[in-house]
Each structure stands twice: as C-alpha cells, then as structure tokens.
C-alpha cells in the first residue's frame, strides 16, 4: 500500500531532551516536506526536500533540523524541544515538487508535547 | 507575507443541504489545492486549480478558481455526515515554488 508513515504517532517529553521523528514513503517521491499544525494558526511549513540532500527552509524552521540521505526518509530533529513546539507534526510527501501542482500525500501525524 | 482567509471558520448544516466554503489570498494565487482532514488525522487531497476559471468536481464537491479576485470556493451539493471534516486550501507562495501556505480550515459539521 502506497503511504507516508510517522513515528512515533505521541510523544511526551520534556524540554531540551533531543528526538527525532521519523518519516518514511514508499513512493519513491522525490518532494518531501514537513508541516505542524497549531489551533488558530493553521498548517505551516517547517522544512522541505526536493531530493536526496536537498532541503530548504519553509515558514517555520527556527529550532527544527533535518536530513535527506535517502529518498525515502526523511526525518525531523529537535535538538532542544521547546514548549512552544508542542504541535501536531505532519510529514508529506509528493512525486515532483510543488511548482507542477503535485499531489501531496500525507502522514498520519505525529502529537508532541513538550513539557 | 501573504496569507490565506478561510470563511466560515466553522459549518453546521443538516444532511441534505449544500454548503460553500471560500480560501480568499491576500495576494496573487499561483494555483490552490484543496484538502480535507478528518479530526486529529493527516490530510487528505482533494483537488487542485492551476488556471484562473478552473472547475473541478469530484463525487459532491467543486471546487473554482477565480484568479481576479484571488479566491477559491469549494462547494458540497447535497451534504452528507461522510462529508464533516476540517476542509484546507493551500497555494504555492509564489509561481514556481516549492514553498505552501495554508488556511487555518473550515470545520464542517453535517447532522442528520
């Protein structure tokens, strides 16, 4: 079955405790991006990858790193979590990027708090 | 910086009745998409608009671009419960972007 998957789904942890989330698709889909989600604010764009060690900034990238070494994966990092990125984190992908009005296909998301 | 304006913010309506949601920008659109979210979950793609007079129409909903006035209605005929959901538009920050901003939603609710 074609999907992103996410893990972990919840995390609890505590501030400045590093983690990672993970985000894997099955595609082969060279985009992929990661978004949060926060009441009243919307569906905002931490970081993007147009392909293997390609990424670029969105809206939102302060505190937040990422990697691309495989098509595949593509993982988000908080080296110090802080409670202002407690959030709902989405990771998506697609086959091409953006600019040729792609499909993007979602995960199922990650809740985080930061306590 | 530009931004999407979702209106309503929230939708109630009995089964059975259409509805109209709107993604007003406050600058030129290069395109939109259109996605729904059931609650807590990931997003689910409903179409896209590339072109100024687009319409696209998938089962019950359809969905218009109106590039002049930088806005997208997404419509629901004949509304049904499988239809409740936070609906989002989202569209590329400039013309050959990689970069997406979305709306905050519309929360629609459907009772029979």
């Known amino acids: 079955e074609a999907q992103v998957t996410q893990n972990p789904r919840y995390l609890i942890t505590v501030t400045g405790k590093k983690l990672t989330v993970t985000c894997s698709q099955n595609?082969?889909?060279?985009?992929m991006s990661w978004y949060r989600q926060d009441p009243g604010l919307g569906l905002r764009q931490i970081y993007y990858?147009?392909?293997?060690?390609?990424?670029d900034k969105g809206d939102v990238p302060e505190g937040y790193k990422v990697s691309r070494k495989e098509k595949r994966n593509f993982p988000l990092i908080l080296e110090s979590p802080s409670p202002n990125q407690t959030s709902l984190y989405f990771c998506a992908s697609s086959f091409v990027g953006l600019a040729v009005y792609n499909e993007q296909f979602f995960g199922p998301g990650t809740r985080l708090t930061v306590l | 910086s530009q931004e999407l304006e979702q209106s309503p913010q929230s939708l109630i309506v009995q089964e059975g009745k259409n509805l109209t949601i709107n993604c007003t920008s406050s600058k030129t659109l290069y395109g939109l998409y259109w996605y729904k979210q059931k609650y807590g979950e990931g997003l689910i793609f409903l179409m896209m608009?590339?072109?100024?007079?687009e319409e696209k129409s998938h089962e019950k909903i359809t969905a218009k671009l109106d590039e002049k006035k930088q806005q997208s209605s997404l419509h629901i005929t004949a509304s049904q419960p499988s239809h409740a959901g936070i609906y989002l538009c989202?569209?590329?920050?400039?013309?050959?972007?990689?970069?997406?901003?979305f709306g905050t939603g519309t929360r629609l609710q459907v009772f029979p």
């Open positions: 989202g569209a590329p920050i400039t013309r050959n972007t990689d970069k997406l901003i």
């Open positions: 608009l590339q072109k100024g007079g």
């Open positions: 990858s147009m392909n293997v060690e390609v990424t």
């Open positions: 595609m082969n889909h060279e985009y």
